[in-house]
Protein backbone atom coordinates (compact mmCIF):
# COMPACT_ATOMS: atom_id res chain seq x y z
CA UNK A 1 0.00 0.00 0.00
CA UNK A 2 1.24 3.12 -1.13
CA UNK A 3 2.04 5.94 1.94
CA UNK A 4 0.60 9.88 1.46
CA UNK A 5 3.41 11.99 1.13
CA UNK A 6 3.67 14.81 3.66
CA UNK A 7 4.82 17.98 1.62
CA UNK A 8 4.73 21.81 2.66
CA UNK A 9 5.32 23.60 -0.27
CA UNK A 10 5.33 27.45 -0.96
CA UNK A 11 1.96 29.36 -1.86
CA UNK A 12 1.03 28.55 -5.25
CA UNK A 13 -1.32 31.52 -6.40
CA UNK A 14 -2.56 28.36 -9.10
CA UNK A 15 -4.37 27.60 -5.89
CA UNK A 16 -7.01 30.65 -5.96
CA UNK A 17 -7.89 28.72 -9.68
CA UNK A 18 -8.71 25.46 -8.41
CA UNK A 19 -10.53 26.77 -5.90
CA UNK A 20 -13.05 28.66 -7.99
CA UNK A 21 -12.90 25.94 -10.38
CA UNK A 22 -13.83 23.10 -7.54
CA UNK A 23 -16.58 25.61 -6.63
CA UNK A 24 -18.43 25.95 -9.58
CA UNK A 25 -18.00 21.89 -9.95
CA UNK A 26 -20.00 21.50 -6.78
CA UNK A 27 -22.49 23.81 -7.31
CA UNK A 28 -23.20 22.77 -10.21
CA UNK A 29 -24.22 19.13 -8.54
CA UNK A 30 -25.71 20.28 -5.37
CA UNK A 31 -28.88 21.56 -4.67
CA UNK A 32 -28.47 25.69 -5.10
CA UNK A 33 -31.28 26.35 -2.51
CA UNK A 34 -29.70 24.33 0.45
CA UNK A 35 -26.04 26.06 -0.02
CA UNK A 36 -25.33 28.73 1.72
CA UNK A 37 -21.93 29.32 0.74
CA UNK A 38 -18.80 27.81 -0.18
CA UNK A 39 -15.67 29.43 1.12
CA UNK A 40 -11.50 28.74 0.16
CA UNK A 41 -10.20 28.01 4.03
CA UNK A 42 -7.42 26.28 4.83
CA UNK A 43 -3.85 26.91 4.25
CA UNK A 44 -3.43 27.52 0.10
CA UNK A 45 -6.22 30.19 1.37
CA UNK A 46 -3.82 32.42 2.78
CA UNK A 47 -1.46 34.33 0.20
CA UNK A 48 1.51 33.40 0.78
CA UNK A 49 1.55 31.17 2.95
CA UNK A 50 3.05 27.45 2.49
CA UNK A 51 1.05 24.72 2.79
CA UNK A 52 0.08 21.25 1.70
CA UNK A 53 -1.18 21.49 -1.62
CA UNK A 54 -4.86 20.86 -1.04
CA UNK A 55 -7.72 22.48 -1.26
CA UNK A 56 -9.57 22.81 1.60
CA UNK A 57 -13.49 24.10 0.84
CA UNK A 58 -15.59 24.91 3.76
CA UNK A 59 -19.28 24.26 2.36
CA UNK A 60 -22.18 25.73 4.08
CA UNK A 61 -25.53 24.37 4.02
CA UNK A 62 -28.98 24.52 5.33
CA UNK A 63 -29.65 21.10 5.81
CA UNK A 64 -27.26 18.09 5.94
CA UNK A 65 -30.22 15.45 5.43
CA UNK A 66 -30.44 17.03 2.03
CA UNK A 67 -26.28 17.12 1.80
CA UNK A 68 -26.56 13.55 2.59
CA UNK A 69 -28.83 12.48 -0.22
CA UNK A 70 -27.25 14.16 -3.12
CA UNK A 71 -23.63 12.50 -1.64
CA UNK A 72 -24.17 10.41 -4.78
CA UNK A 73 -22.93 13.30 -6.53
CA UNK A 74 -20.49 14.57 -4.57
CA UNK A 75 -19.46 10.66 -5.68
CA UNK A 76 -19.60 11.89 -9.24
CA UNK A 77 -17.26 14.34 -9.26
CA UNK A 78 -14.69 12.20 -7.91
CA UNK A 79 -15.23 12.67 -4.05
CA UNK A 80 -15.10 9.86 -1.48
CA UNK A 81 -18.13 10.32 0.68
CA UNK A 82 -16.50 9.71 4.22
CA UNK A 83 -19.49 11.00 6.50
CA UNK A 84 -18.81 12.72 9.63
CA UNK A 85 -15.32 11.54 9.95
CA UNK A 86 -14.70 12.11 13.35
CA UNK A 87 -16.41 15.40 13.86
CA UNK A 88 -19.83 15.25 14.86
CA UNK A 89 -22.56 17.69 12.63
CA UNK A 90 -20.00 17.63 9.96
CA UNK A 91 -20.12 16.17 5.89
CA UNK A 92 -16.32 15.15 5.05
CA UNK A 93 -15.67 14.43 1.25
CA UNK A 94 -11.83 13.75 0.21
CA UNK A 95 -10.96 14.08 -3.64
CA UNK A 96 -7.79 13.16 -5.25
CA UNK A 97 -6.96 9.42 -3.82
CA UNK A 98 -3.54 8.93 -1.22
CA UNK A 99 -2.58 12.33 -2.50
CA UNK A 100 -5.56 14.21 -1.70
CA UNK A 101 -5.75 17.37 -4.36
CA UNK A 102 -9.47 18.50 -2.23
CA UNK A 103 -11.09 18.37 0.75
CA UNK A 104 -14.63 19.49 1.62
CA UNK A 105 -15.47 19.91 5.05
CA UNK A 106 -19.60 20.22 4.91
CA UNK A 107 -21.24 22.21 8.41
CA UNK A 108 -24.87 23.99 8.61
CA UNK A 109 -24.31 27.54 8.14
CA UNK A 110 -23.25 29.93 10.72
CA UNK A 111 -22.71 26.83 12.72
CA UNK A 112 -19.36 27.49 15.81
CA UNK A 113 -17.22 25.60 13.35
CA UNK A 114 -18.10 27.60 10.49
CA UNK A 115 -17.10 30.72 12.28
CA UNK A 116 -14.02 28.82 13.99
CA UNK A 117 -12.51 28.13 10.32
CA UNK A 118 -13.50 31.80 8.63
CA UNK A 119 -11.93 33.30 11.78
CA UNK A 120 -9.05 30.98 11.70
CA UNK A 121 -8.41 31.55 7.73
CA UNK A 122 -9.29 35.41 8.56
CA UNK A 123 -6.51 36.27 10.95
CA UNK A 124 -3.93 34.64 9.07
CA UNK A 125 -5.11 36.75 5.63
CA UNK A 126 -4.40 39.77 8.43
CA UNK A 127 -1.31 38.80 10.03
CA UNK A 128 0.74 37.84 7.82
CA UNK A 129 3.35 37.56 10.53
CA UNK A 130 1.36 34.88 12.15
CA UNK A 131 0.74 32.86 9.39
CA UNK A 132 4.66 33.54 8.79
CA UNK A 133 5.47 32.06 11.95
CA UNK A 134 2.56 29.55 11.29
CA UNK A 135 4.33 28.54 7.41
CA UNK A 136 7.39 28.31 9.17
CA UNK A 137 5.83 25.47 11.89
CA UNK A 138 4.31 23.52 9.05
CA UNK A 139 7.59 23.58 7.51
CA UNK A 140 9.29 21.82 10.65
CA UNK A 141 6.36 19.42 11.30
CA UNK A 142 6.50 18.31 7.21
CA UNK A 143 10.07 17.58 8.10
CA UNK A 144 10.09 15.43 10.81
CA UNK A 145 6.74 13.66 10.20
CA UNK A 146 8.22 10.68 8.39
CA UNK A 147 5.20 11.12 6.59
CA UNK A 148 2.63 10.31 9.54
CA UNK A 149 0.19 12.77 9.55
CA UNK A 150 -0.75 12.39 12.93
CA UNK A 151 2.79 13.33 13.96
CA UNK A 152 2.45 16.60 11.23
CA UNK A 153 -0.77 16.92 12.72
CA UNK A 154 -0.17 16.95 16.85
CA UNK A 155 3.34 18.57 15.46
CA UNK A 156 1.01 21.67 14.89
CA UNK A 157 -1.65 21.28 17.42
CA UNK A 158 -0.77 23.60 19.92
CA UNK A 159 -0.17 26.63 17.44
CA UNK A 160 -3.64 26.13 16.06
CA UNK A 161 -5.36 26.23 19.05
CA UNK A 162 -3.55 29.12 20.20
CA UNK A 163 -4.13 31.14 17.66
CA UNK A 164 -7.70 30.09 16.43
CA UNK A 165 -8.75 30.96 20.06
CA UNK A 166 -7.14 34.68 19.47
CA UNK A 167 -8.72 34.49 15.55
CA UNK A 168 -12.52 33.81 17.20
CA UNK A 169 -11.75 36.46 19.87
CA UNK A 170 -10.61 38.83 17.21
CA UNK A 171 -13.39 38.70 14.74
CA UNK A 172 -16.30 37.98 16.90
CA UNK A 173 -15.65 40.36 19.99
Known amino acids: MSQRIIEVIDYQPQWVVDFAREKDLISSVLTAA ?3 AIHHIGSTSVKGLCAKPIIDILLEVTSLDTLDDESENMASLGYLVKGEFGIKGRRYFQKGGIQRTHQVHAFLADSPEVKRHLAFRDYLRAFPNIAFKYGEIKK ?20 IKEYEAKAVRW ?3
Request: hydrophobic share 40%; aromatic share 16%.
Open 171 to 173: KFT
Open 34 to 36: NIH
Open 140 to 159: AGAAICNNDIDVYIDYKNSF
